[in-house]
């Protein structure tokens, strides 16, 4: 399985980004995925999950009302809408398709900062 993130950058509080995770060697279609963060000296946290349709997510509390988990099965890639970013916010953001987050990919690193 290959996942390879993307979006990741520097944004000021209140700002938003969205992250892309391209998933390949996967039938990605029948999948549940999830996305993860780990700030430095924190533990891999789960943001957030989506069942294989899209139509069931489940969110941290942190990530409640500000992120949006997505998909797009037919081009085998995940998504996170983050909005109102706040500096606890700064992460490396993984994408998992196990619920621990062990199978994940390199991360792209989102810091939110004035």
């Known amino acids: 399985v290959k996942l390879e993130e993307s979006g990741g950058g520097l944004v000021q509080p209140g700002e938003s980004l969205k992250l892309s995770c391209v998933v390949s060697e996967l039938r990605f279609s029948i999948h549940i995925m999830n996305w993860f963060r780990q700030s430095p000296g924190k533990e891999l946290e789960r943001v957030a999950t989506i069942y294989p349709d899209g139509s069931i997510t489940n969110y941290a509390d942190f990530a409640k009302g500000r992120f949006t988990i997505s998909r797009d099965n037919a081009k085998n890639t995940l998504f996170l809408q983050m909005t109102d970013l706040k500096p606890e916010d700064t992460a490396m953001y993984y994408c998992?398709?196990?619920?621990?987050?062990?199978?994940r990919g390199q991360g792209t690193q989102v810091t939110v900062s004035s």
């Open positions: 998992a398709t196990d619920a621990r987050g062990a199978k």
